[in-house]
């Protein structure tokens, strides 16, 4: 069974940092691409970054210069390191894998159940 556990959201102010962890366990977690998805309310699930399995990074521009994703194929896990948050930033965030392409939404099998961050001005 295939689990992906995400921890390290939370309340932080604008300017602050948080760094997200997401634990995956049931797959060969060296044979996924990982991405980091989040959704506003009343907003679409949207990429934030993905790291493929060869460890090459995407970064959406309205993240771009202030969060890193990377991965950790010996404990499984993917980062997200967000510093310089906005209060747009607020949403919950979601890991997902896929085997497929990872800028597309549709395209990745599994999730977890995500964590809250919320930005206060």
């Known amino acids: 069974q295939v689990q992906l556990v995400e921890s390290g959201g939370g309340l932080v102010q604008a300017g602050g940092s948080l760094r997200l962890s997401c634990a995956a366990s049931?797959?060969?977690?060296?044979?996924?691409?990982m991405g980091w998805f989040r959704q506003a309310p009343g907003k679409e699930r949207e990429l934030a970054a993905a790291t493929t399995t060869a460890g090459s990074t995407y970064v959406a521009d309205s993240v771009k210069g202030r969060f890193t994703i990377s991965r950790d194929n010996a404990k499984n896990t993917v980062y997200l390191q967000m510093s310089t948050l906005k209060t747009e930033d607020t949403a919950v965030y979601y890991c997902?894998?896929?085997?497929?392409?990872?800028?597309?939404?549709?395209?990745?099998?599994?999730w977890g159940q995500g964590t809250q961050v919320t930005v206060s001005s």
């Open positions: 997902g894998a896929t085997r497929y392409r990872y800028l597309t939404v549709s395209e990745y099998r599994y």
């Open positions: 049931g797959l060969t977690f060296s044979n996924y691409a």
